[in-house]
């Protein structure tokens, strides 16, 4: 009798045990199943692929940029080549007197070979100037405002007649 007692005592045990292996299992399915933790996973996998998209996004813009650079650089060169060509050209056909090549311009920095008229070229002034030190300048508050003289008041303000008595 008493292995029938251990084998009840045994079976009770691995009952309760497989009793809490299936509470945790349930839990874990449950869970995995769940509208919330759905939603958590979706929530989720949207995020990688923002973060995915951005970092895509972000390597377009580089390599765009790069690829403007590269293609300003050369344009700048063709511009370059281009005016010496036209410079040369019409030093050669205007025997000396054409445009300076911008070769010659990097080389030499003689102030002496500009002409007097484009000498004294100064950029425009934002503001009208003075034409006399007196004369008020366009950020006065009087500026351009004529004042006409204002009729003065009498001295003395006018005493109300009194009735006269009898």
Do not use: W
Request: glycine share 6%; proline share 7%; with cysteine.
């Amino acid at each position: 009798m008493e292995s029938a007692v251990i084998s009840m005592e045994t079976l009770i045990a691995m009952g309760v045990a497989v009793l809490i292996v299936g509470l945790g299992v349930g839990l874990l399915l449950g869970r995995r199943t769940s509208p919330a933790d759905q939603k958590y996973r979706d929530v989720e996998r949207k995020l990688d692929q923002i973060l995915q998209d951005k970092k895509a996004y972000e390597d377009e813009v580089v390599e765009h940029f790069t690829d403007t650079a590269k293609l300003l650089n050369n344009l700048t060169e063709s511009y370059r080549d281009v005016h010496n060509h036209l410079a040369k050209g019409a030093a050669t056909l205007c025997q000396g007197e054409g445009p300076v090549s911008l070769d010659r311009l990097e080389d030499s920095r003689d102030t002496a070979q500009i002409p007097a008229i484009l000498a004294d070229i100064h950029p425009p002034l934002d503001y009208a100037p003075k034409t006399s030190p007196d004369e008020k300048g366009m950020l006065n508050e009087e500026f351009g405002l004529e004042r006409k003289p204002t009729e003065s008041s009498p001295e003395s303000p006018e005493e109300p007649k009194k009735p006269d008595s009898l």
